[in-house]
């Protein structure tokens, strides 16, 4: 599929880098899988889906590409192509799922939750990041909560400064509800490191655990090999994928819904 | 089950298929699926002299009936490729399927010093990328394109590894207005071996936006739109050298793919944007296919339908070529 120009129709201010993007477009989609967003003859950069319908990107300035991208304004267009990759798969007989998010990495995860609270399921999610001010999409979260029955959505929030929620990193937060055995399967999104320490506790506890792991794509297709991950090609046999475990071996989540 | 191992140069492959070069090509664990997979050869991704970080995106695209990519030749360096080569071809030997070594330049003489050190990691052969600009012409035109400038290459890289003995592929393009010719250059420069083709220059432009959407602007053709092409040059190729091993590559993504390349002259068939068009298990899909197209045909060896298309069909009476009348 070629870039599609889409338009721009809301911009929300997540925090002092981050701004999420609605567009004027929809795509069948699963969370977890991610679009290519083109800037005509400068870059084209890949994002996970906040959203498919509509079209919603969580974009950090954090280079020349994403501070242009953090210039345009409502009614711009962005060009898109997607959705690529191999998402979340929601297990419904999973009824207390833990999600967990790193830094930027929460931003597939709203989506995901709101799947598995619409299938009945207990839904924890931990939100992690430097300090107060990185925390991404809790407002999002709170708001997903208000609108859900009590207590289907636990919140819980770490930073590495303590200047908000639990002081320390995601894993303290949730290597104790797994130990206390209040999870019956693991989401995971973040930086390499941390998705490691995740799938390192939750083998332990003998748990099922998808994380998607982030990785420049070059070609999105599966066909270059630049975003190379334990043998696999991030770009087509994830960006999510399914933990070793212990009795078997590593696969990719089914196709995406 | 019909028998799919194919003799290649002096090897006998398991299978006829190849991983083609610049897919999965950058580490030893994607090597090594492509073999798990079903791949008889794998080559690895192109290296030149020095590291180069590639194109920024857009590098590759699905235009609707192929592909296009401009990825830049990214690449660690020929001295950092050898380590990689190392760990492939102990991993690949014990499986008993080869690896192919892929090397570009910039001058000729560089292309033979790019061959030397890949030549450390005793690869089982060498395929030589001509289709990169000669730095000596005054419009760049690819190596590929002159019968001369090719012979040069290719001189110039058997000369480098021949104390080695690596057996030396040299990959065409097949923008050239006679491929044959440049086959017979080659292989009087002492190629072994023709890789035919390499992907189709091309360019897709976006309308909304007035511009082309590869940050190279153009890029190479690959995929089904390819496969006419590659079959045409692979027919001509073995025309103009009958006796020369043919890796026949461009558009094969199925079974039958892959049984008309072969019946166009192939010796053995690559593959590569049939992981895009197939999804990862693509080669175990194309073998499986192959395997089962020749059972169905009552065909023993994937070896008995090579150059069958060069094989007239023979009737006993001649066409007359006149129009049919319509009945009144």
Redo the contacts between chains.
Sequence with gaps: ???T?CRIVAIEVDNYRTKTFIFDARLEAAPGQFV?A?L??F???PFSLVNADPVTLMITAVGPFTRLVHELQVGD?L?L?GAFGHGFCAFPEQRRPALVGGGYGVAPLLWLARQQLAEGAQVTVIVGARTQADLLYIDRFERVSDSTSPGALTIRVTTEDGSRGQPGRVLDALTPLIERGEVDGVYACGPHGMLQAVEAVAQRASLPCQCSWEAYM?????????C?H??K?LC??GPVLAAQRSFGASSHCASPL | MAELSTRFLDLTLPTPLVLAS??????V??L??AAEEGCGAVTA?SCGPTPRA?H?????????HG?I?A?GL?NPGAQAEVELLRAAKAKLRPMGVALIASIFAGPPEEFGEVAAIVAQAAPDFIEVNISCPNVHSEFGEPYAGDPDAAAEVTGRVKDAVREAGIAVIVKLAPNVPSIGRIVRAVVAAGADALCVINTMPGM?I?A??G???L?NRSGGLSGPALKPIALKCVYDARKACPETPIIGTGGVTSGVDAVEMLMAGATVVGV??A??YR??SAISLICAELAAWLDAHHIARVEEIQNCAHRERIYSVAPTGAPIPLAH
């Design positions: 599929m070629l870039p120009p290519m083109w005509p003859r870059d084209e950069k267009r060009w192509r070059r070609c999105a297709i599966g066909i270059c090999g630049a190379e334990a043998g090609v087509l046999d | 610049g897919i999965w090509g950058t580490t664990s994607l090594v699926r991704k590639g920024v995106n857009p590098s590759c695209l699905d235009w609707g592909l990519n990825i990214a897709v976006d909304e936006s511009q082309p959407i940050a590569g944007s992981i895009y999804g990862p």
